[in-house]
């Protein structure tokens, strides 16, 4: 399996949105990030069946919670692009591919 890469803001988004839901109810930012790294293992053992979205990105729908992993399949690793939430500013990403 390829390894997995966050652009920066990506990774910041992950930690910002678990300590969100820590600070709303304990353990719920832990569930948060466990099921975040199920749809990551997901991701890598099959980055083909992502939804297919813009310039060739693809995202996994992280159960339980309203967030999409934004990623690209590149040859050496898979590029985690976003950590995105489903009802905020869409495609705001798109700059990051740049």
């Known amino acids: 399996m390829k390894p997995v890469k966050y652009h920066r803001l990506a990774e910041s988004e992950?930690?910002?949105?678990?300590?969100?839901?820590?600070?709303?109810?304990?353990?719920?930012?832990?569930?948060?990030?466990?099921?975040?790294?199920?749809?990551?293992?997901?991701?890598?053992?099959?980055?083909?069946?992502?939804?297919?979205?813009?310039?060739?990105?693809?995202s996994w729908k992280v159960r339980r919670f309203p967030f999409r992993i934004v990623y690209l399949d590149q040859p050496e690793r898979i590029w985690i692009v976003a950590v995105a939430h489903l009802s905020r500013k869409p495609n705001y990403w798109l700059e990051r591919l740049e």
């Not at 300590?19 to 053992?45: K, P």
């Open 14 to 58: 992950l930690i910002e949105s678990a300590l969100f839901y820590e600070r709303r109810r304990e353990f719920l930012g832990n569930n948060f990030l466990d099921l975040a790294e199920e749809a990551l293992a997901e991701i890598r053992s099959h980055p083909d069946w992502g939804k297919a979205g813009k310039f060739h990105t693809r």
